[in-house]
């Protein structure tokens, strides 16, 4: 009777066995595209471990363009317009990522018709003013629409850097997140999907790539807890402020040492979506910042400025006509969109070009000259010095508006 048992459990395996692998198959593809009631989507994702053991596959929520928060009114500026001599082996492209601007920006304000024939020692004028996201006191913000990593410690804000981010069939997910582990001369584990990338473009297909000068991670590797997706130095400096990459976080080789060195393993890094951000700094002055929607993810970007703004109450105190600018030119920015009062000094409101205009009643020759400039100083100092925070400084606590 025993054996008659297992010969029906013999012949079962027998008619069973070819199809174990398609159950299997389907049965993981199954996994892989469900999607719970009311829930996310899962997807698979490939982490590698530093211990030399074999990668293991992790099963996560794919992220989705309605999971983007909704904005939040900010406190804090960082940046503002400064003065810069070129010197010998600049070039814009760099100069933009060391300033987190773009490029065609710095060429608008400087009226620059050929970046080719700049001369050393020219001066131009750079206006990086941003507006900080405080969504973390301790930590790492990155907005992806405006391609820049913002970095907190303790309270300060200490500085920003530019980044490139992932291309919009690959893009890097938004979420909070966490430092896993940080490796120097890392060796790449190619991904199946982007070995498979590589088939379709008649390139080797490479499994791993060695430390070096071909390892697209570049020196400096810091894992994060968003699944597949990590911040590292890149072989391709020209990508940084691009959406250029498979999902991960590339930085100036530079920057990310800088960086390595004062990051710990654990400390959260928030990467969020926002391609506007508005500011009402401790003057009551109110702040625009728009950047273009790379992913698509804010149908009508008016709209959402418009309807933002009126959700705080700060309708009747900005400049309309202004506020309408600013969305179109999308030069990511931030601009003084408050509207003016009799009492407000006549500082001109296009703040991207550093320009200032005094108030004093006109003077005859050399007297007006000099009244001028002293008026002008005068208003660089209070824009510099009382709405731009210097780096290091404490965020501020949040002002009720109208106070």
């Not at 980044?163 to 790449?188: C, F």
């Not at 800088?258 to 401790?282: H, M, N, Q, R, W």
Request: positive net charge; glycine residues 8%; contains cysteine.
């Amino acid at each position: 009777m025993r054996h008659k048992k297992w010969g029906i459990v013999l012949l079962i395996c027998l008619i069973l066995g070819p199809l174990t692998d398609i159950v299997f198959d389907l049965g993981e593809k199954l996994f892989y595209r469900l999607s719970r009631p009311g829930g996310t989507e899962l997807q698979s994702y490939l982490v590698s471990t530093t211990d030399n053991r074999q990668p293991i596959t992790i099963f996560a929520p794919a992220v989705r363009a309605e999971d983007t928060p909704p904005p939040i009114l900010y406190h804090q500026l960082s940046g503002g317009v400064e003065e810069y001599q070129l010197q010998k082996g600049d070039r814009l492209p760099r100069l933009a990522q060391l300033k987190g601007v773009r490029l065609q920006v710095l060429i608008k304000q400087n009226k620059v018709k050929n970046s080719n024939k700049l001369a050393v020692g020219c001066t131009l004028k750079i206006n990086n003013t941003h507006i900080v996201p405080s969504e973390v006191d301790h930590g790492l913000v990155v907005n992806l629409p405006e391609l820049l990593l913002y970095q907190f410690d303790s309270g300060f804000f200490r500085r920003h850097y530019s980044l490139a981010a992932g291309q919009r069939d690959w893009e890097t997910p938004t979420g909070n997140y966490r430092i896993l582990n940080k490796v120097k001369n890392p060796t790449w584990t190619v991904p199946e999907s982007i070995q498979e990338e590589m088939e379709e473009r008649g390139q080797e297909v490479l499994i791993k790539v060695p430390p070096g000068p071909k390892n697209p991670l570049g020196a400096y590797w810091m894992a994060t807890s968003a699944p597949g997706v990590g911040l590292h130095a890149t072989t391709r400096p020209g990508s940084i402020g691009h959406f250029a990459s498979h999902g991960c976080l590339r930085m100036l080789p530079q920057q990310i040492e800088e960086l390595f060195e004062e990051v710990s393993v654990g400390i959260p890094v928030k990467i969020i979506y926002k391609p506007f951000k508005v500011a009402l700094t401790p003057e009551q002055r109110i702040y625009l910042e728009v950047h273009h929607d790379y992913y698509g993810r804010v149908p009508n970007l008016s709209k959402a400025v418009e309807g933002f703004i009126k959700e705080q109450c700060l309708e009747s105190k900005v400049d309309w006509p202004k506020v309408h600018q600013v969305i179109k030119a999308r030069e990511g920015i931030a601009v003084d969109i408050t509207k003016r009062t009799e009492r407000d000094t006549v500082i001109s409101q296009i703040l991207p070009i550093g320009e200032c205009k005094s108030i004093i009643e006109p003077l005859p020759g050399k007297d007006r000259k000099q009244a001028e400039k002293k008026a002008k100083n005068s208003a660089m100092k209070e824009v510099v010095g009382q709405n731009h925070p210097q780096q290091g400084q404490k965020k501020s606590s949040p002002p009720l508006p109208g106070t």
